[in-house]
């Protein structure tokens, strides 16, 4: 089952992912609210939209913007809605 690890916590974890260019993403509801941070940053895909983002922290460490999601996908991006996606030091296991 895909995971979504930080910092050896698991962050994400669900058998019903998404692949998209190559990212797992996972249901929103598999992601651990406790650790999430609403962010300002906004970046614009041209064929999935404008994307959204959070931060982790926990203990002392941040991962700025390391989850994205669409709140509003354009048609051709449905599949994304209501999920998230991980870069920077977010590592996506099996």
Same mark, same amino acid.
């Given at each position: 089952?895909?995971? =979504?690890? #930080?910092? *050896?916590?698991?962050? =994400?974890?669900?058998?019903?992912?998404?692949?998209?260019? /190559?990212?797992?993403?996972?249901?929103?509801? =598999?992601?651990? *609210?406790?650790?999430?941070?609403? @962010?300002?940053?906004?970046?614009?895909? &041209? #064929? +999935? /939209?404008?994307?959204?983002?959070?931060?982790?922290?926990?203990? /002392?460490?941040? @991962? +700025?913007?390391?989850? #994205?999601?669409? &709140?509003? &996908?354009? &048609?051709?991006?449905?599949?994304?809605?209501?999920?998230?996606?991980? #870069?920077?030091?977010?590592?996506?296991? *099996?």
């Amino acid at each position: 089952m895909p995971k =979504a690890v #930080w910092n *050896d916590l698991v962050v =994400a974890e669900s058998d019903d992912t998404v692949l998209v260019e /190559g990212n797992h993403y996972f249901p929103r509801s =598999a992601l651990r *609210d406790d650790l999430i941070r609403d @962010s300002a940053t906004h970046t614009v895909c &041209p #064929w +999935k /939209g404008t994307a959204s983002y959070y931060s982790l922290e926990h203990e /002392g460490s941040t @991962s +700025k913007d390391a989850v #994205w999601y669409y &709140p509003e &996908p354009k &048609p051709d991006a449905e599949m994304v809605r209501d999920r998230v996606a991980f #870069w920077k030091d977010v590592r996506v296991v *099996d």
